[in-house]
């Protein structure tokens, strides 16, 4: 004991006191906690009342009293679980507490109706974060097949939604009220097809189906189920209109696209021309100082003559060594280059990105174009699946011959002059790439 108690004097004098005696609780040791305190001579007011009450508790709720003291939640749980059955709700509260979800899956994960109730108030959890569908997930392990249906109808996993409703055997009302809700649902989310197939399965309207799947561009499958439910008047009243509509609105946004190809790379081309004169310019007039002045003032008339071009350079923004931009500064400067006001120093650079965004959108109508072509040709519109054929072409021709000159051409290459800044990281635009759908039909 002698020995024990020098041990601790030493290590008063190498650790807090109040560190040694947290360290010495955890162990669970009583003895050792008060000898610690009697060594760093703490005033027994001040740990007594607490020990004594420790004392008083059983064991394995003594030591959850203990851990919780020192912060140690996870090992609290694990201690409060061995206290008994009659603690069990002072778990599950104290899991709510601290969301030691994980640990209780963990630590009740071989008794089963605790396991259930673990499972009930993670559910519980998870929904108030709005992470529905692995709420539906614990609430089917917990066994609360209600609860699962209502986190899966708010996430719109209607598969799962409707089998847990029919194993609850639903009514038929029912089910016609939860697949009208779920349609409505995943209709909101775009998710047109599925709002379909619901309305199908479940209230038997296929003008409903085929109205949804209108929506979403899914005209061959309206034009299967209108054969299928011997509803032929549909493609009449629905699908044709709906194909009309989908070819003038492409038409529309093939001719802008074009626009903007058009006016964006004209002004590109503008853009590195005159700093390309610009260039050449300033060029002569250092040349023409060189001939009336010293080597000094030689240096001067060059940085000067070059700070024009380089400040325009839209590839490169200077900043001084000496004083960074302040936040306000800098995102002034970002709205200033997402502008790209004709005329300023982030015009190019404007441009170049509005064109990489053109491209990729040009990617993206492929698959459109594709699919409003099969259409056009199946309903017999014969003229405008060969206009907008042919304008999508043009399109498509127009970027290959441009995309090189686009990206290809960087003014970040043309010579800047040394003028005591130093130019920040360049920012470097890839070239984008051209999607290799093969969107043409031969026969038209």
């Given amino acids: ?59 394995y709720y003594q030591q959850f009293k203990i851990d919780n003291h020192l912060c140690r939640y996870v090992k609290a749980l694990r201690n409060l679980s061995l206290a008994g059955d009659e603690y069990f709700d002072d778990c599950l509260k104290y899991i709510r507490e601290h969301e030691l979800y994980y640990s209780a899956i963990s630590i009740f994960a071989n008794n089963n109706e605790k396991y259930k109730s673990v499972m009930a108030i993670y559910g519980d959890y998870l929904f108030t974060e709005s992470n529905f569908k692995e709420a539906g997930l614990a609430y089917i392990l917990a066994g609360d097949k209600p609860k699962a249906l209502d986190s899966y109808k708010n996430c719109g996993s209607w598969r799962e939604a409707f089998a847990i409703a029919q194993e609850l055997n639903s009514s038929s009302d029912s089910l016609f009220s939860l697949a009208k809700s779920l349609a409505e649902t995943l209709s909101d989310k775009h998710q047109y097809k599925d709002a379909a197939q619901i309305m199908l399965d479940y209230t038997k309207q296929p003008e ?21 439910y011997n509803r032929t008047d549909l493609i009449e009243t629905n699908v044709k209109p709906s194909v009309i509509e989908g070819h003038t609105q492409l038409l529309q946004d093939v001719n802008s696209m074009l626009d903007q190809l058009n006016q964006q790379t004209k002004r590109l081309k503008e853009i590195r021309a005159n700093k390309a004169n610009q260039l050449i310019s300033d060029l002569d007039q250092t040349e023409e100082s060189i001939e009336n002045v010293d080597v000094f003032s030689d240096t001067s008339s060059m940085a000067s003559g070059f700070t024009r071009y380089s400040q325009s350079n839209t590839q490169l923004s200077i900043h001084s060594s000496r004083s960074g931009k302040s936040a306000k500064s800098r995102r002034r400067q970002e709205r200033k280059k997402a502008r790209g006001k004709k005329g300023s120093i982030y015009e190019e650079e404007y441009l170049i990105d509005s064109l990489k965004r053109l491209i990729g959108r040009f990617n993206t109508t492929q698959a459109e174009i594709s699919n409003l072509l099969n259409c056009l040709v199946t309903l017999g519109y014969i003229k405008r699946a060969q206009q907008i054929q042919i304008l999508f072409g043009d399109l498509e021709e127009r970027i290959k011959n441009d995309l090189d000159e686009i990206f290809d051409t960087p003014t970040n290459n043309l010579p800047v002059i040394e003028t005591g800044l130093e130019p920040e990281e360049i920012k470097k635009i890839e070239k984008p790439k051209l999607a290799q759908l093969n969107w043409k039909l031969q026969i038209i």
């Fill in 1 to 59: 004991m002698d020995l024990a108690e020098d041990a601790i004097k030493f290590a008063i004098f190498l650790v807090d006191a109040d560190r040694l005696f947290d360290v010495a609780l955890g162990m669970y040791d009583f003895s050792l906690v008060l000898m610690v305190a009697q060594q760093s001579q703490k005033d027994p007011r001040e740990y007594l009342p607490f020990l004594t009450e420790l004392e008083s508790y059983p064991k």
């Fill in 208 to 228: 409903e189906s085929i109205i949804l799947l209108n929506k979403g561009h899914h005209w061959a499958e309206s034009i299967r189920i209108s054969y299928m």
